[in-house]
């Protein structure tokens, strides 16, 4: 079954950091490029960040920059946000994206609240 | 960075109605725009790339045009299943940006 998979998330304090996983299943992880996308509450879709289908390359919000890292591990199929430093304007639902020259794949999303 | 200005910010329509959502791209981003509609609680679900190309299994009814920098999706004879919120997005460069969403509910 093709399907993402998105965990980790949960309730933090501000300053602290969490680490989201999103699992991949059913296709060829290595040959696609993978985003985060994430949503807050009450607000639109805010794309977060993206990394190439071998690591080459990542590239960040400037909303994120800094503090959150993006990263994968073909050998395990999953895609990796690490968020330090977290803020009250972190919390949202993320979602994890496939793509190779278009999104054609969301995962189902991950609540992150952060809150003291 | 490129802004995306998506219009209406929400519209009404009955079953049957043809609607029409504009995106407005701050500078030409060729045709590297994508549509998705996202339903509460759900995954987003991918529409349209590159301006035009209708997704696998997207109804027939969702149609996409432009270039440069303005950009419509349209929905041809509205059906309850439709509802949701709409949002454009720019892939041309990074970083990628969402229009800010169109709620299209039923009137």
């Known amino acids: 079954q093709v399907q993402l998979v998105e965990s980790g998330g949960g309730v933090v304090q501000p300053g602290r950091s969490l680490r989201l996983s999103c699992a991949a299943s059913?296709?060829?992880?290595?040959?696609?490029?993978m985003h985060w996308v994430r949503q807050a509450p009450g607000k639109g879709l805010e794309w977060v960040a993206v990394i190439w289908y071998d690591g080459s390359n990542k590239y960040y919000a400037d909303s994120v920059k800094g503090r959150f890292t993006i990263s994968r591990d073909n050998s395990k199929n999953t895609l990796y946000l690490e968020m330090n430093s977290l803020r009250v304007d972190d919390s949202a639902v993320y979602y994890c994206?496939?793509?190779?020259?278009?999104?054609?794949?969301w995962g189902q999303g991950v609540q992150v609240s952060v809150s003291s | 960075d490129v802004r995306m200005t998506q219009s209406p910010s929400a519209l009404s329509a009955s079953i049957g109605d043809k609607v029409t959502i504009t995106c407005r791209a701050s500078?030409?981003?060729?045709?590297?725009v994508a549509w998705f509609q996202h339903k509460p609680g759900k995954a987003p679900q991918s529409l349209i790339y590159?301006?035009?190309y209708r997704h696998s299994g997207v109804p027939s009814r969702f149609s996409g045009a432009g270039s440069g920098t303005t950009f419509t999706l349209t929905i041809n004879s509205l059906q309850s299943e439709d509802l949701g919120t709409y949002y454009c997005q720019h892939y041309g460069s990074y970083p990628f940006t969402f229009g800010g969403g169109t709620k299209v509910d039923m009137k």
């Open positions: 994206v496939r793509e190779k020259g278009k999104w054609d794949l």
């Open positions: 500078q030409g981003v060729n045709t590297y």
């Open positions: 590159a301006a035009s």
């Open positions: 059913g296709f060829t992880f290595s040959s696609y490029g």
